[in-house]
Structures are given as C-alpha cells and as structure tokens.
Nanobody, 125 residues
Framework: QVQLVESGGGLVQAGGSLRLSCAAS????????MGWYRQAPGKQRDLVAV???????NYADSVKGRFTISRDNAKNTVYLQMNSLKPEDTAVYYC???????????????????WGQGTQVTVSS
C-alpha cells in the first residue's frame, strides 16, 4: 500500500506561479516514473509532465517552456514548478507514481500505478 500526498495548489492570477509537491510513502521498493496529470470539469484526465527515475522528462505541448517537473528520489517526491500560468491551466492536478513493490512472502515484484487525491489549481484572468 502506497499513499501519495499532494500540496501546493491554490488560486493565482494569470502570469503567476505555483509549485506542486507530491510525496509518496508506504510499501515502496523503488519508484519508476512519476508524473502530473490534470483534469478540467467535463474533460478527460490528460498528461502534463512525466519524469523517469533517471531524470528524463516529457511534457505536454501546452506547458513546454512554462512548467518544469523534477524529483527527489531520496524523498520519493515529485515537484511541478508552474510558471506563466494561464486561465486554461485551471484544473485539478493529480500526481501519479509507478511503484515497484516486493510481494510479501516471496521474491516476486509487482508494479502498480498510484494516484494522489488531486489538488485544485485555479488561474484567474
């Protein structure tokens, strides 16, 4: 069992900045990729940015040059620095982690996707 706890969301004016954090805890052997997704009302959940354990990143075209994803493997934490925010960035932002876990009582491993509870980001005009 793994939990993801997010923080840093809030209300900001267009052009402002926010920094989201997501810390994973629980039965963690290693975390592979971590990422941020967002979902606006009535829309599907879309990828914002992902980062591998080794630091390779990928961004949605809509946030390139404005958002930066990073991680601290020692703290099992991923961050999303959000600059030059636009009203269209308004959404619930969800943290995702691909966690490698040891199966109890065996030498087997398994990978499972975990999601945070979501944090609201609202950008006013």
């Amino acid at each position: 069992q793994v939990q993801l706890v997010e923080s840093g969301g809030g209300l900001v004016q267009a052009g402002g900045s926010l920094r989201l954090s997501c810390a994973a805890s629980g039965n963690i052997f290693v975390i592979n990729a971590m990422g941020w997704y967002r979902q606006a009302p009535g829309k599907q959940r879309d990828l914002v940015a992902v980062i591998t354990r080794g630091g390779s990143t990928n961004y949605a075209d809509s946030v390139k040059g404005r958002f930066t994803i990073s991680r601290d493997n020692a703290k099992n934490t991923v961050y999303l620095q959000m600059n030059s925010l636009k009203p269209e960035d308004t959404a619930v932002y969800y943290c995702n982690a691909q966690v490698i876990e040891v199966v109890p009582g065996s030498a087997r491993i398994t990978e499972y996707d975990y999601w945070g509870q979501g944090t609201q980001v609202t950008v006013s005009s």
